[in-house]
């Protein structure tokens, strides 16, 4: 079991996190997505069912995209305006707009810009298990958020690289992001976030 550590560590941590990712004018990564249930949770079982693997590309304050590869390609991308989720394989895109992006993406961005004005809506605490190499950041909503309970970011001593992110729902699951081959990008192309659907494409609007 880690312990809670001084308010100055907290600042710290949260002040390298800022100063490694704050400041990027985009970011890539290899990310593994898992959904783990709450009985598999409290199992602590480590096969998954449904895992995905793919990279992820983020350009600040809140353009992002999802692009999976396996079990089955994917695409999910959003401007911050229009949120797209590509099924290549069906032949369908769905279409939501911004004020239905999932809690869980918005999260994402806000972590992936340094944990960006976290403080002012999480009550945020600090762990670290002396065994291992890595902090462990605890981040509950306040108030509290009717679909989400909290957060965990786990980031790596002396980088502050962040490693995993664990979103816990209020019924006991949790999506857990694996995140490796941070790579700071310059600048995307143009069209890099938006998405025209391909002809014979089936569009359902959300």
Request: hydrophobic share 35%; no cysteine.
């Amino acid at each position: 079991m880690g312990k809670a550590l001084p308010d100055d560590t907290l600042s710290t941590v949260i002040g390298g996190i800022r100063a490694k990712y704050g400041n990027a004018k985009g970011l890539a990564a290899t990310y593994t997505r898992e959904a783990i249930s709450k009985t598999m949770a409290m199992l602590g079982e480590t096969e998954r069912h449904d895992v995905a693997r793919g990279s992820l590309y983020f350009k600040p304050p809140h353009f992002l995209r999802l692009e999976q590869a396996s079990p089955q390609e994917e695409l999910l991308l959003t401007d911050g305006q229009t949120l797209w989720w590509y099924l290549p394989l069906e032949k369908e895109v769905y279409q939501y707009p911004t004020e239905q992006l999932g809690q869980e993406l918005r999260l994402l961005s806000d972590i992936l810009r340094g944990l960006k004005d976290t403080e002012a809506s999480f009550q945020i605490t600090l762990q670290v298990r002396p065994e291992t190499n890595i902090y462990h950041l605890i981040l509950k909503p306040e108030p509290p958020w009717q679909e989400i309970d909290h957060l965990e970011v786990i980031v790596l001593k002396g980088e502050f690289a962040i490693e995993q992110v664990d979103i816990y729902n209020n019924i006991g699951g949790l999506t857990r992001f694996l995140l490796t081959d941070w790579e700071e990008r310059d600048r995307f192309g143009e069209e890099f976030f938006s998405f025209s659907p391909p002809p014979g494409v089936k569009i359902l609007e959300k």
